[in-house]
């Protein structure tokens, strides 16, 4: 949203209607409207408008716009990993989740052998130091940190399954 | 045949090699970056692994990542394709340490052609010219005289630590030697503190002549012709074609044979390219080996019938070459322009950004190598070629006409594109006569 | 941005209007409603206004609404010319305005020979039979009839200038 | 060579005339309909003018309109393309004399090759076979005995004034000719009040071989080798290539030169297709000649690397043929699909509608020509064809796999479309093996 608030003055800026639009397609949505202390920029796609607008409502909140930026993290097929990058995931009500992802192209392995204990367990509390799997690349065993402190959520890939560059592995609770 | 191979590239290259092996019935394994992730040519790969960010040095460079990728998916081989680890020998041996083919020649083959020395002197061995040069430094200025008339005027004087122009010099006679000796001794000496020096023959307006050659694992090698890839902007080839106009059939043949004749001197393997230059009187010298398939290998394809990828593929799964020399003829006149994101009005500036609208050319002889589509957006990370846009007619004369037209159905709209100026090119008198030398581009201004 | 704040006090400048139409034909936007310190813009797409909106202010023109639905009708090239089918103009404010088609393509010609009167001026009032213009094609000249009647307001061809079907050749205004 | 042409058609036949002009440096004059205004393709002529509504009859088919076209476009010929008006002969009458060339063979040619009797006996004329028959109506029984015994079981007893099959019976020997021969001159009888009937002999599983020809105004005719058009379902041809697999080559040459002797009979000038039959013992009868281009001429360049629209313009424009026949070598195989807008699924219903995504095959030997892209409409109004996809490649093994290969990496969303049957087609053991007939589509489930 930072790059929205530079010109918030002027609501007929196009460079932000256009970026508004992107997002209204992105995320399908039908309609966008936004108004702040007299001002109001309302998009809407498609056709048919349902009913019609009501008169500007003093103090609707600007945060109906956050739901098309939910970041998308899907837990399927390495070939669909997720973005790099940020882990966080910036929605709201899920803004304390976050997840670790693997570092490289490997072999995800939960416990540093067979006959061991997996390093961490859903329920589990990490720590920035807490080695939560091994990826073996090149006959290279690589102990993973956490980098991140929490509760383990859920646990994403399974053992000896082939993970690459910026695969969720673990699903982490970091409200204390 | 190998069942499973992977791809250790990205774009263009990557797309044809998917190609060819879907062609031969191969499973193919094809890696990523952050910023190709989701491109729609990964789809036509059977699986898919992402080996880091977008910065090429943490993914498509990294050794480790793409061996660790090639492990994941279980396959028998890698194809490198062009740049990237394609001229590494280490990669090229650890690969086969890993027990995967490298689709390639031997690191061997690879070490010894990549080191320049090594290489004029296989190429002397093998009755292969090279360019006339002193070999070594040359002490003093009568050592200097004494060399530059052996050889014939001009001569360049370089300095043995040297790059980027410093401490090169000309010389056209015994006198200009004696002072650009000197001069070329200080500038080394002062920037490089290194005042060694060494002379090599000048070719003036050099021609870039290349050989495609094939060599399988059973002592067999064959050339399929030369390309003429003179056409270059500052080193960058722009347009390549084949046949080479204006090259006497004698010595075109010669320079063909020259390229075999090195390559077998070498015990080199699979497919590659001997590079020469030509003077003007149609002397040919050997410059470098480029030990990979080349981005222009399609006016090869083109001219030839014969599928370099495939035949990669066959010789690296040792597989003896299908065909004798006798068998390759030259058909036609292809070219290639290298379609770039780039301004040609803004000094070449790179162009990256959305593609919203990609109309392209067709009909009989034309052929458009690239993985972009409407919708696709052109990395900043990696090298700006968005497509190869290639014509083959029976004519040199209709070749040319047949790209211009090709050129201007090219319709490419959300960057900028380096077609307009390839138009003003093949546009040119002087490329139209076959003119063009290396610097053709560079000294003249195409209207 | 430069030509927008040159009229950003004016919500009817055209620039900005003809490139919001282009967002909303660009990305089938249903509508735009852009308001600011008493000033509103909005653009709605589709053919069925519902019911006037509510929350309109007085004196604010809802024609402001009509460019996008406006016809376009070039009266350049030959190859641009515009959709055949209804001569109709849907606009509201111009339904009375109906463009006399060619019906084949040829060569216009606005008067019977070189020397005679064109068969109408700007201005004349033309009846359903009236005669309008010839258009000769393989050499055989064809008497255009209007079939319309009205007041011609402007002759979009010259003499002698070919023509395709659908290209406009006349405005009428339809009033009586 | 001409200034200046008109292309009366439209879609991707109107395309490959467009890129063929504009190589040739021949200015082009496009017409459209209003359901083709816009169309991207429209902007690589250098003038184009709308020649009516959607509906054809009211615009490309117009001759008026079309001739009115060419008059105000100021053009020197016309090229028909296929369907439209490119095989009417009165059409073709009318250009002449508007002094517009119309490019195809002269309007006597067209017509007497348009008359199946006329076209027969040039045939026979020409020592060129022809499916044999009574030639005339068969006046009772003993005759049909006597005619039936002559050129040999099984023979096909069809009504003179017949169609849709009725009066239609199939006879293998004497005593089933009895029985047939009075039931169909009943049903002729009651059918169309006409009982007369007459005497062909049936072709068994015949397969559909044609050959491609092209002839000068200066009484040169070559031969483009065949295509194989086989591969059809209800008459409409789905896949054709060439050369046509498992014609023992000696048949190949001799139905070649067939049709080079029938058109020279003809004195027909101008590209032109003469169809035959072949039975399963590779006895070729001749069925019709095809007055224009076709559809499926890409094929026949691909394997002759002879541009055939380019041929046909340099013909009509007086030029003499360029080569003669031994130059025309037909070099590895080539196989062309068409792509229609349509729903296999669903009986092959019209799927007309907007191309949201195009993706094209490509890489070596892979041609596309289609004037479709993202965003383009299917209009309802014409044949549902899309683009034609052609494979050249070395042997048909190797062109099948290619095919295969880009039908699916063919990737089109928006409508539906006849790659994926095509898919199963080239997949099919029968078609693998050359094994094709006019009727293998129809009495095989493709799976």
Redesign the interface.
Known sequence: MAELEENAD??????R??RL?DL??EHDLGEIDLRQA????????????TS?????QPGLPLSAAAPPMRETVPTSG??G?A???AAANPVEDERHVVYIKSP????FYSRPNPNAEPYVRVGDHIDEATTVCIIE??K?FNEIPAEIGGRVIAILVGDEE?V????PLFKVDTRK | MYKRILIANRGEIALRIIRACRELGIETVA?YS?AD?GSAY?ELAD???????AKSAL?YLRI??V???A???NVEAIHPGYGFLAENAHFNEICRS?RIDFIGPSPQAMQQLGDKNTARGIARAAGVPVVPGSDGLVANESEALEFAREIGYPVLIKATAGGGGKGMRTANDDQALKTAFAQAQTEAKAAFGNAGVYLEKLIERPRHIEVQILADAHGNAVHLWERDCSTQRRHQKLIEESPAPNLPEDRRRAICEAAVRLVQSAGYTNAGTVEFILDQNHNFYFIEVNARIQVEHPVTEMVTGVDLIKAQIAIAAGEPLPFRQADIACRGAAIECRINAEDPEHNFRPSPGKIDQLLVPGGPGVRFDSHAHPGYVVPQHYDSMIGKLIVHKATRAEAIQAMMCALDELRIRGVETTAPFHRRILASQAFREGRMDTKLVERTRFD
Do not use: H
Not at chain 1, 10 to 15: A, G, H, Q
Not at chain 2, 48 to 53: E, R
């Open positions: 002027d609501v007929f800026e196009l460079d209607i256009r639009i209204m397609k007299g001002q109001r920029i309302r998009l809407r796609r498609g056709s048919a408008p019609p607008p009501t008169g500007t390495a070939g990993a973005a790099g990058g490289m192209i490997g072999t690349a090149m290279v082939p690459d560059f910026g695969r | 890696i952050d992730r990964l699986e898919t692994y992402c080996v880091g960010p993914s480790d990542r061996i660790s990728a492990e994941v998916g890993c």
